[in-house]
């Protein structure tokens, strides 16, 4: 992969990562009512900035599959998936179980193969 690639993989990891926790701080919201929920929501930095993050990740992916072929850029966006459960257990706690770190493990070590032998 050229350097090139790789930057624009990084960059749309970060921003989809960032994209996803942001839709999630917008949706951790306690109101009286689902009306003033969605209000609180729809005038919260945390979606619109999320709304950006996925509206500029579309233009990286666009960009990352210009360089890269489709087979190759499909497997190694998986580790995005990576990025976001970790980005969930160390802002949100999230907990992860034993099947999960099996998963994310399995897909890391697959990111690893396909990005070295591309």
């Given amino acids: 992969m050229s350097n090139l690639a790789i930057l624009v993989w990084l ?7 960032v994209g996803h926790v942001a839709f999630k701080r917008a949706a951790i919201t306690e109101h009286d009512s689902e009306f003033h929920r969605w209000k609180s929501m729809l005038s919260s930095f945390p979606l619109w900035l999320g709304i950006f993050c996925f509206c500029l990740e579309f233009v ?19 580790f995005n998936t990576v990025a976001i459960m970790l980005a969930g257990r160390l802002i949100f706690r999230e907990m992860l179980e034993p099947l999960r ?6 897909i890391t070590i697959g990111v690893a193969l396909v990005g070295g032998y591309a």
């Fill in 101 to 106: 770190i099996l998963g994310i493990t399995f």
């Fill in 60 to 78: 990286l992916w666009l960009v990352l599959l210009s360089i890269l072929p489709l087979s190759l850029g499909i497997l190694l966006s998986g």
């Fill in 11 to 17: 960059l749309n990891i970060i921003v989809d990562t």
